[in-house]
């Protein structure tokens, strides 16, 4: 079964607890939850990791570069947080590993808020993004996944 990964960071760790106005009510173990349910319904296996620290999200990124160099992984959806407007390094780290389908994904509209989060270090590296469809926005990414994946194999 191919693997795929749900990658969340900073503070996201906090989805459903504070903040409802402009995240929502949902909690992080409902997202992976419904998550690795949609994953295995294309017949994927799912992995879900969240972490506050960008050195573990970057070796991640790099774990499922390996799987993905060997056909067992098909990408990732990618909700870096607030490293999406400050880290170069999360850039260096999808563009690095050549070819891995990473979707980012934002609950909330980040063009509609403050104007630090209109940028991303993140974009120019995705292979699509996901904005303002509050937690849905994992699922709608884990389909644009798998329609991805569905061109590389025809
Ligand atoms: O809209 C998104 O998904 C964001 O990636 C969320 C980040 C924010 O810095 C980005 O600009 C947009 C913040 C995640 C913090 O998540 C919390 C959730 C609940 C309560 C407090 C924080």
Same mark, same amino acid.
């Given at each position: #079964? @191919?693997? &795929?990964?749900?990658?969340?960071?900073?503070?996201?760790?906090?989805?459903?607890?504070? *903040?409802?106005? !402009?995240?929502?009510?949902?909690?992080?173990? =409902? $997202? *992976?939850?419904?998550? $690795? %349910?949609?994953?295995?319904? #294309?017949? /994927? =296996?799912? *992995?879900?990791? !969240?972490?506050?620290?960008?050195?573990?999200?970057?070796? @991640?990124?790099? *774990?499922?570069? %390996? /799987?993905?160099?060997?056909?067992?992984? &098909?990408?990732?959806?990618?909700?870096?947080?607030?490293?999406?407007?400050?880290?170069?390094?999360?850039?260096?780290?999808?563009?690095?590993? =050549?070819?891995?389908? $990473?979707?980012?994904?934002?609950?909330?509209? $980040?063009?509609?808020?403050?104007?630090?989060?209109?940028?991303? /270090?993140? +974009?120019? &590296?995705?292979?699509?993004?996901? &904005?303002?469809?509050?937690?849905?926005?994992?699922?709608?990414?884990?389909?644009?996944?798998?329609?991805?994946? %569905?061109? +590389?194999? +025809?």
């Amino acid at each position: #079964m @191919k693997k &795929v990964l749900l990658l969340n960071g900073p503070n996201l760790n906090l989805l459903g607890t504070r *903040e409802p106005t !402009q995240y929502g009510n949902t909690t992080l173990a =409902d $997202v *992976e939850t419904q998550f $690795v %349910q949609a994953a295995a319904r #294309m017949g /994927w =296996d799912a *992995e879900c990791f !969240q972490s506050n620290w960008e050195g573990a999200l970057i070796d @991640k990124i790099h *774990e499922y570069g %390996q /799987w993905f160099k060997v056909g067992q992984a &098909v990408g990732v959806v990618f909700n870096p947080g607030a490293f999406t407007h400050t880290s170069i390094a999360l850039h260096d780290a999808i563009k690095g590993v =050549d070819g891995l389908p $990473v979707i980012e994904t934002h609950i909330s509209n $980040v063009h509609a808020r403050e104007e630090f989060r209109h940028r991303s /270090w993140v +974009s120019p &590296v995705a292979a699509g993004i996901v &904005v303002g469809f509050g937690v849905d926005g994992y699922l709608l990414a884990l389909e644009g996944l798998h329609r991805i994946h %569905q061109r +590389s194999v +025809s």
